[in-house]
């Protein structure tokens, strides 16, 4: 059997089962020892280098990048101050990453559902990332005009003729009416508006303009209800007295000129946006039907929808 040195005298097996404890005591403080060491001597190489930051990232708040771009973007549209670029930078980036903080609690507070134009607009920008960021051509502009011309109309274009019996005093108002009654009765029967204006009607406080108007110039000078009688009627058709602010008015179509296409080159800018709007709905929609395809959704026993009272 093995011997050992120990207090001066030769121990055999029992003392060296005694001293095993302290040995590996030693052995682990040796290892921590070189691993710290180790550690040093990495830290100290000059040919090491951390792990390379993301190109185009100004930061990252809690696992979210902010883009050097946005950065840019947003000082760029900053006013500018007495602090140098570096600082206006550096301010702007700040100002991000607390918006970045604060729309994260935001969201973990469910602040987001709760408020319909902060989801409608998140749905815009959500359309945006989805929506192809080519531009549409010509010939694709030009068939989605084409495809839908009731967009891209002029409005409804009148002319009308005015009858306008004031109302002096309360007690008035019952003459007032039966006299444009009559305007409107002689109007129908065909007799020229010329006579019927001169024998029952007096000059309105604001004349109508001349010849024809659009429905909204009339809505200005006459008011919803009565644009709303006018573009009711069809060409020589006479609408029943109305009561205005100061009297009644009975009017005569004498001319409607229906809404036409306006020509393309005219609305290109409204077809352009038009058709992005499209786009951007239509990204929308297909990315909810992948969504729905994956999504858990649930809904009570006999609920409408696919999936009713099941787990999808």
Same mark, same amino acid.
């Given at each position: 059997?093995?011997? =050992?040195?120990? +207090? ?38 000059? &040919? ?13 708040? &809690?696992? *979210? ?6 950065? $840019? *973007? ?11 670029? $570096? ?25 987001? /559902? ?17 929506? %192809? ?6 010939? %694709?502009?030009?068939?989605? =005009? ?28 019952? /003459? ?5 009654? $009559?305007?409107?009765?002689?109007? !129908? ?16 406080? /604001?004349?109508?303009? *001349?010849?024809?108007? %659009?429905?909204? $110039?009339?809505?200005? #000078? ?9 573009? #009711?009627?069809?060409? +020589? ?6 009561? +205005? +602010?100061?009297?009644?008015?009975? =009017? ?19 077809? !352009? !946006? ?6 951007? !709905? ?9 969504? *729905? ?20």
């Amino acid at each position: 059997m093995a011997r =050992y040195p120990f +207090g001066g005298g030769w121990q055999i097996g029992k003392r060296r089962r005694r001293s095993a404890a302290p040995l590996a005591a030693t052995v682990l403080l040796g290892a921590a020892v070189a691993a710290v060491a180790a550690g040093l001597w990495w830290y100290d190489q000059p &040919n090491v280098q951390a792990p390379a930051w993301p190109a185009g990232v100004a930061a990252v708040v &809690n696992g *979210r990048e902010i883009p050097t771009a946005d950065v $840019e *973007r947003r000082a760029a549209d900053e006013p500018r101050s007495a602090g140098s670029a $570096e600082e206006a930078s550096k301010a702007v980036l700040d100002t991000l990453i607390e918006e970045t903080l604060l729309i994260e609690r935001a969201a973990s507070m469910d602040l987001v /559902r709760g408020d319909p134009v902060v989801k409608a607009r998140l749905l815009d920008l959500l359309a945006e990332r989805q929506a %192809t960021a080519s531009a549409p051509t010509e010939e %694709t502009l030009r068939a989605y =005009y084409a495809s839908h011309l009731d967009r891209f109309t002029g409005p409804l274009r009148v002319d009308v003729d005015e009858v306008y019996v004031p109302v002096s005093s309360p007690e008035s108002a019952a /003459r007032a009416l039966e006299k444009a009654s $009559e305007a409107a009765a002689r109007l !129908r029967q065909g007799e020229p508006y010329s006579q019927v204006v001169r024998a029952l009607g007096d000059r309105p406080p /604001r004349p109508l303009p *001349r010849g024809v108007i %659009t429905i909204e $110039e009339f809505t200005k #000078a006459r008011g919803q209800a009565a644009a709303r009688s006018a573009a #009711a009627l069809a060409k +020589g058709q006479v609408a029943d007295p109305q009561l +205005g +602010g100061s009297g009644y008015s009975v =009017y005569l179509l004498s001319e409607r000129l229906e809404p036409e296409a306006l020509p393309y080159e005219e609305v290109v800018e409204s077809v !352009r !946006r038009a058709y992005a709007a499209s786009v951007r !709905r239509e990204a929308l929609e297909q990315l909810a039907v992948e969504l *729905r395809r994956t999504a858990d959704v649930r809904l009570p026993p006999g609920g409408s929808g696919e999936g009713s009272g099941e787990s999808k």
